[in-house]
């Protein structure tokens, strides 16, 4: 059974509506709306994990925050742990309690600059978990020793290079014990000689059977370390299959297209 499944899920986003727009009657700039997600259904199984690829603007980061709540979506149906949720009208408690059994690792990181790295990890066990200070200090090193970073504890966000700071956003997540954890194209910030060692720490997860659901540009760990390719466009998944069979077979125009760019680059 999958830890999580989502069917039909929509998603659109209306323009802002300026007081010029109200005041001149512009019907089209009230009512008119961008369809980001069209309808699409996905799963994803215990320690699988899943990478989401596709060109930009094709929807990708909006369907990873509609799964994590960051986004409301319009229509859908999500399935975690067999129970299942009508997102357009989700209650806030239950999301509150969807995502202690998440984690989000966004694209830029998302530190406190005035905590230090074990002050950004631990900062939710104590603030919003209620766990005591010790226990959580000996999680957050536990987490921090898990991506390579047990020497830096200490060290303010300032004095870590960008892949260093990611990797303690990866912490963060880890340390909650996470059912799944959404990568929203963690690499997609750094600078190409650091986008290896945080590479390096999700394919380490991976082999210890982390469920993670990936959006990536970074096709090599798509190729080699996801098990299942989803390739969207346009708001739809054109595509999805194993991975090797993906990159080396794709089946639809879009997805030939799109792989034949990547061979031109």
Not at 142 to 165: F, H, I, M, N, W
Not at 183 to 211: W, Y
């Amino acid at each position: 059974m999958p830890i999580i499944s989502v069917k039909d899920l929509y998603k659109s986003f209306r323009p802002e509506v300026t007081w010029r727009d109200r005041l001149f009657k512009k019907q089209a700039a009230l009512i008119s709306a961008t369809e980001v997600i069209k309808g699409i259904s996905l799963s994803v199984d215990k320690s699988e994990v899943v990478a989401i690829i596709g060109p930009s603007g094709s929807g990708k980061t909006t369907l990873l925050r509609c799964l994590n709540f960051l986004e409301k979506a319009d229509a859908g149906t999500l399935t975690f742990d067999g129970e299942d949720f009508d997102l357009s009208r989700i209650r806030r408690r239950d999301i509150n309690r969807l995502r202690k059994k998440t984690g989000f690792v966004f694209q830029s990181y998302n530190l406190f600059f005035n905590r230090t790295a074990l002050g950004n990890v631990i900062e939710g066990l104590v603030a919003a978990r209620g766990v005591n200070k010790t226990d959580a200090v000996r999680l957050g090193r536990e987490a921090l020793e898990k991506v390579g970073l047990g020497d830096r504890c200490d060290y303010y966000p300032t004095q870590l290079s960008g892949g260093q700071q990611q990797r303690v956003a990866i912490a963060r997540s880890l340390v909650y014990k996470p059912e799944i954890i959404y990568f929203d194209e963690p690499t997609s910030a750094l600078d190409p000689e650091l986008i290896g060692e945080v590479l390096a720490v999700m394919q380490d997860l991976a082999q210890e059977g982390m469920t993670m659901l990936v959006v990536t540009h970074e096709m090599n760990f798509a190729r080699n370390v996801a098990d299942r390719v989803i390739f969207m466009d346009e708001g739809v998944i054109a595509e999805e299959g194993a991975s090797k069979e993906f990159f080396d077979s794709p089946k639809s125009p879009r997805a030939q297209a799109f792989i034949k760019t990547l061979g031109e680059r």
